[in-house]
């Protein structure tokens, strides 16, 4: 019963910047792990930033140092602010959180993110 919205993808040039927001239907403290993933054409699905435990943020080393994960809990929402943005950071980006409730892992629909050159 946990939906998540994500919104703010779209095209840049490398260089640029994008932030991503995820919006839940769901109080984020009511939620565990939240964090954001892609998908880049013919590749598997990774990790691009989540809270660990004690709610420390932890990227993926491609990332590291130019995406910054954030949340504003009165707007139930999850941000992912992107930096420096490389061709290669081009994917779908999906928002992820598992409900504290039930142990359940929810999924947004994705937002598009093009780096072009």
């Known amino acids: 019963q946990v939906q998540l919205v994500e919104s703010g993808g779209g095209l840049v040039q490398a260089g640029g910047s994008l932030r991503l927001s995820c919006v839940a239907s769901?109080?984020?403290?009511?939620?565990?792990?939240m964090g954001w993933y892609r998908r880049a054409p013919g590749k598997q699905r990774e990790l691009v930033a989540q809270?660990?435990?004690?709610?420390?943020?932890n990227y993926a080393d491609s990332v590291k140092g130019r995406f910054t994960i954030s949340t504003d809990n009165a707007k139930n929402t999850v941000y992912l602010q992107m930096n420096s943005l490389k061709p290669e950071d081009t994917a779908v980006y999906y928002c992820n959180a598992k409900f504290r409730a039930t142990g359940l892992t929810y999924w947004g629909q994705g937002t598009q993110v093009t780096v072009s050159s």
């Open positions: 769901r109080s984020i403290f009511s939620m565990n792990a």
């Open positions: 809270f660990s435990s004690g709610d420390v943020a």
